[in-house]
């Protein structure tokens, strides 16, 4: 019998040869080792993340023109290394430790990072845009990537897997990974209650509904790319977060009820659509993870959880600083951040990300297999 030798391979095949193993390897490499159990004997090969700031691991440092940007001290203070990769947060955020959760990898990538290797792709990257949302103005007002910029990039994505590992192999990858969608809250918080453009022309159940549509269309389009495991995140009660209670609260900067409301209202909405989305398509597992109750759970509660300061930021005063107005000339930005819910005034802690997030996946993770 002869065996075919590498060596006698042309690249192209050789390279095929290869992934199909990472592939494989992926699939098998927590195998009896699992720091999650997964239900069936599950494994997940990859993790994708549409979005916004909540889950953007820096692609608004790669060549988009915008000034919602944290790739600047003291972002990254506590991420390994020390150092700011473009995450909104002191540290790790939410798609990396859902990711971890899922026992695919610690760090999920940004997809427009250009030292990108062929693992990264492989098991999966964030495609999120800091300062998007559902509304596809709320992206243009600031320069972001909208999810249909996002979703495009997938299909690139998907172009250049195809010809590196070819078709089969992706189409399996694609239909057993992850796939989760952080976005909304800009619209409410930026687009409509301070934006000039919606609020003149839809009241907050028009607006909403507007939200929820555009919400369908994408996971419309996402299912038509192979996605069939989705976690999709509610909106979180945005009115507490400390920029808002400066903004929006009263003298004694409690949470405003307005961003909340309409968080809840649109948060209802959002749950209809996914069950209507799982009758419809009885191949897909959407899931709905709420954040809301849980965040809101902490910041009534937050010795309970191992927080001291509920209604600050970590960064400056606390109680506005965000992306370029949070860098290293703040002043008085505190020395551990773990003992505050909140990294900046809009976004939470690494600490608050970690616990946050394994409480919005408990008792969910069977419900993507």
């Known amino acids: 019998m002869r065996f075919l030798s590498l060596e006698s391979l042309p690249a192209s095949s050789l390279l095929r040869v290869f992934c199909n193993a990472v592939i494989f390897f992926t699939l098998c490499q927590y195998n009896g080792a699992a720091t999650t159990s997964l239900p069936f004997n599950e494994t997940v090969p990859a993790v994708f ?13 790669n060549n988009i023109k915008t000034v919602v940007k944290c790739n600047f001290p003291p972002y990254g203070k506590d991420f390994p290394g020390g150092y700011p ?37 492989l098991t999966g990257v964030s495609f ?35 010809a590196a590992v070819g078709e089969r192999s992706l189409e399996m990858m694609i239909s057993k990974s992850i796939f989760i969608v952080c976005s909304g809250t800009n619209d409410i918080a930026n687009t409509y209650f301070l934006g000039p453009f919606r609020r003149p022309h839809y009241d907050i159940q028009a607006y909403t509904d507007l939200m929820a549509n555009s919400a369908s269309d994408f996971l419309q389009g996402l299912y038509e790319e192979g996605g069939r495991r989705v976690g999709v995140v509610s909106l979180p009660p945005i009115g507490c977060v400390p920029s808002e209670r400066t903004l929006n609260g009263d003298i004694f900067r409690h949470c405003s009820e307005p961003p909340n409301q ?45 927080f001291e300061v509920a209604t600050k930021g970590c960064c400056g005063t606390g109680n506005i600083e965000v ?18 819910i909140f990294w900046d005034s809009y976004h939470p802690s690494q600490k608050a990300y ?15 297999f």
């Open 128 to 162: 999120a845009s800091g300062g998007g949302g559902y509304d596809p103005l709320t992206a243009e007002f600031v320069s972001v990537l909208s999810l249909s910029d996002q979703l495009e990039m997938f299909r690139e994505y998907k172009s250049k897997l195809k």
């Open 262 to 306: 309409a968080a809840s209202l649109f948060n209802s909405k959002l749950s209809s659509l996914l069950d209507s989305f799982n009758s419809q398509f009885p191949q897909a597992r959407l899931v709905y993870l709420d954040i809301y109750n849980p965040l809101l759970s902490i910041i009534q509660n937050p010795a309970h959880y191992g």
């Open 49 to 61: 993340i549409f979005g916004d700031s909540i889950v953007d691991p820096g692609n608004n440092n």
């Open 354 to 368: 970690e616990i946050l997030t394994r409480l919005a996946l408990h008792n969910k993770i069977n419900k993507f």
């Open 323 to 340: 992306s370029i107005l949070c860098n290293s000339y703040t002043a008085t930005t505190c020395s551990n951040a773990s003992k505050y």
């Open 85 to 121: 990769t473009g995450r909104f947060s002191n540290g790790r955020v939410a798609s990396d430790i859902i990711a971890e959760i899922f026992n695919v990898k610690k760090i999920v990538p940004a997809y427009l990072d250009p030292n990108l290797q062929l693992q990264d792709l």
